[in-house]
């Protein structure tokens, strides 16, 4: 999964520092576990908004740069901006047509220009004033132009059985809430969040990875908790035992659950004149 730039928490901890540092080693491994998992459903749905030639994009929290490669170089658009607050890991590819910019998007006017196409995944569930940077990313959009932003949600649920794995679960989005502010339950709202903000027409859909063991998606859990674990450990739902069980579970053929899914809402910004 691709680090969210900026950002702040009830805890005060932010993403990037606290939790998921990009200097830590493994790191990088962990978002391309995350993009192998989930830069198919991406890629699909950007070339069917729209993304192609003559298209000038830019890509928000963009980690190791692999959306913005693939825009380029499979979808063949003109340019992309991929934005992160540490760009060390996309600083490692070189293609025509990409531009590198470090930058915390939670600053005013961090970028300045519009684009046919704005894309943000797995960035705004970790910040704070979360309708204001709806708004201020779908100020960048070109008439015409489409916002895609991508977030999780959890599927965990009061019915879901009890195993270490939805405990785990369980722990690590309390966890993340407490201490970098991380928070999904709002993430169902956005295509009414989209629609606000003068985006028309809006849409949006789920994918859910299936857990197979040794799977991108399976070992991306796996190393993300073992990265977040004192921060699961201090909600006292969990022990180390409970975090090992569910290690090897969700990494064995015995695993019977369901992925938090990724929510995809789209919306596009009329041509001028429109309606």
Do not use: K, N
Not at 28 to 47: E, Q
Not at 58 to 65: F, H, N, Q, R, W
Not at 182 to 201: E, H, I, K, N
Not at 255 to 273: D, I, N
Request: charged share 20%.
């Amino acid at each position: 999964m691709t680090p969210a730039p900026g950002g702040g928490a009830p805890g005060g901890g932010r993403y990037g520092e606290d939790f998921f540092r990009p200097e830590q080693a493994g790191e990088g491994d962990r978002i391309d576990f995350g993009a192998l998992a989930y830069d198919d459903i991406t890629m699909a749905r950007l070339r069917a908004v729209g993304a192609g030639p003559g298209w000038h994009c830019l890509d928000i929290g963009a980690g190791t740069g692999t959306v913005s490669a693939r825009l380029l170089t499979e979808a063949g658009v003109a340019s992309v901006l991929a934005v992160d607050r540490d760009v060390r890991f996309i600083g490692e590819r070189s293609l025509p047509g990409l531009d590198v910019l470090e930058a915390d998007i939670t600053a005013p006017g961090f970028v300045s220009g519009r684009f046919q196409l704005v894309h943000a995944r797995f960035v705004l569930m970790h910040l704070p004033e979360r309708d204001r940077l709806i708004r201020a990313l779908a100020e960048l959009v070109a008439p015409g132009g489409v916002l895609v932003l991508s977030d999780a949600v959890d599927l965990t649920s009061d019915r879901t059985p009890g195993t270490p794995y939805t405990a785990v679960m369980r722990a690590m989005w309390q966890g993340l809430r407490t201490t970098i502010g991380t928070d999904v339950s709002w993430v169902p709202s956005y295509p009414q969040r989209l629609r606000a903000v003068g985006l028309s027409p809006v849409a949006a859909e789920i994918h859910v990875p299936p857990l197979v063991a040794g799977s991108a998606i399976s070992r991306f859990w796996a190393d993300t908790w073992e990265r977040s674990r004192a921060a699961m450990l201090a909600t006292g739902l969990v022990d180390d035992e409970t975090i090992d069980q569910a290690v090897r579970y969700v990494g064995s053929d015995e695993c019977a659950a369901l992925s938090a899914g990724m929510l995809t809402a789209w919306g596009r910004r009329p041509e001028r004149g429109a309606g």
